[in-house]
């Protein structure tokens, strides 16, 4: 079985990465339909996309999963580790006492509960007091009535944090920060704040250009060793790299040589590139550096599997700069203008059209879980779409061994 999953970043006060949300394709009751529960054990212990995929893709932080009412009568959540769970209890689970008592052993065990899409009714009552977690739709429910349920239910004996669910701007980060929310899910974080009459400095341009520069076939193996030997800090973190579980060595990598050596030009160019997004993004959130790592990671390996695949150095750099306005708060056709970027490439981040443009579109929509149009972008692309979720799997445990 495929597993289809993706994540959608949870952070907090401070935008700090909190939890993800798992996404899964048609919902975990289609992965384990009218099992018992010691079938689903089994399953679900020897399925690569529980076991393998969650864990390359939350980097260690919980894990928000729906369950289904059909999936808590049935204690499916008992099979999932507590310390990185969060039971989602979705809007449409009746609250029954076959519910409540599920729960209130989950609740016992020291596993979180958060309600979803949470619309006060009286008959929740207990799930409330359960309840760990308050999820409420930002742009679905009006400012009154969030307002009255974070003073009505902030007080609760158990301290309930409020999530604000599709917070999708920097303002409506801010108005959620304002009204008490301490955990905020959606894509704020990866939009601009511009800032009229603001000016890139000549280093930062300088900077990317450079990162531009190695990305081309033909630089200098040589030269990128000076770099490097020139700048302690990244030194430091190829050998880190080189010595992670990614490469499964045997023995550590001591010396500069032989990492570069095993690296080799392609991954050395790759590294050196992420490392000076990072120093770029330094007052970002981490999320951000993260997924234009994964995208990055994962426009080029599209490359290698598309019937019409595009120079793997080109797709690379597309998921890279992909979040660059947010890295630096400007509007991307304004950063474009200053950098020595193909014109391919410039088309795609600016208008999101061109010849590129299907890898960025199915990079961000396998992203989000957008599942439809995952499907329609790989047919255009003559993917096989079956392949795609191994494809992000390997972009995520790539992106996780590199060291910030």
């Not at 864990?55 to 999936?71: E, M, P, S």
């Not at 970027?341 to 929509?365: D, F, I, M, Q, W």
């Not at 149009?373 to 979720?389: D, F, L, Q, R, Y």
Request: hydrophobic share 40%; net charge negative.
């Amino acid at each position: 079985m495929d597993a289809y999953i993706a994540r959608q970043p949870i952070l907090d006060k401070k935008k700090s990465l909190f939890a993800y949300e798992l996404l899964f394709r048609d919902g975990l009751d289609n992965y384990m339909p009218n099992i018992d529960g010691d079938t689903a054990t089994s399953k679900l212990l020897s399925s690569s996309f529980l076991t393998i995929g969650i864990d390359k893709i939350t980097f260690g932080k919980r894990a928000f999963i729906n369950f289904t009412q059909n999936l808590i009568e049935t204690d499916i959540p008992l099979m999932f580790p507590r310390e990185t769970t969060v039971v989602e209890i979705l809007e449409d689970v009746n609250p029954t006492l076959r519910v409540i008592e599920a729960c209130k052993k989950l609740s016992s065990l020291g596993y979180y509960l958060a309600l979803d899409d949470f619309v006060f009714k009286l008959e929740l009552t207990p799930l409330i007091e359960l309840a760990d977690i308050i999820k409420i739709d930002f742009r679905a429910t009006p400012y009154s009535e969030m307002k009255q349920i974070i003073q009505q239910f902030g007080t609760n004996k158990k301290k309930i944090k409020f999530l604000a669910e599709k917070v999708e701007t920097n303002e409506e980060f801010r108005d959620a920060l304002n009204m008490g929310f301490e955990l905020y899910q959606g894509y704020f974080f990866s939009k601009p704040e511009i800032v009229k009459g603001k000016e890139i400095s000549g280093s930062i341009i300088q900077y990317l250009n450079f990162m531009i520069e190695i990305s081309k076939p033909n630089y200098d193996l040589n030269e990128l060793e000076k770099i490097i030997s020139r700048d302690i800090s990244m030194s430091y973190k190829l050998l880190r790299y080189v010595n992670s579980a990614y490469f499964k060595r045997s023995s550590e990598t001591e010396s500069l040589k032989q990492a570069l050596f095993i690296l080799g030009r392609d991954e050395l160019k790759r590294l050196l590139s992420l490392i000076g997004l990072s120093k770029l993004a330094s007052n970002k959130p981490d999320e951000l550096i993260r997924s234009s790592c994964i995208k990055a990671k994962f426009c080029e390996n599209l490359g290698y599997v598309s019937a019409c695949g595009a120079r793997h150095e080109e797709l690379f750099l597309l998921g890279l700069f992909s979040n660059l306005d947010a890295i630096l708060d400007q509007p991307m056709n304004e950063i474009m203008e200053k950098l020595s970027l193909a014109a391919s490439l410039k088309e795609t981040l600016v208008n999101r059209k061109g010849e590129l443009a299907n890898y960025l579109e199915l990079a961000e929509s396998y992203e989000q879980g957008k599942w439809e149009s995952v499907k329609g972008v790989a047919s255009k692309m003559c993917i096989t779409e079956n392949i795609i979720p191994n494809i992000y799997l390997e972009a995520c445990s790539w992106t996780n061994e590199f060291v910030f």
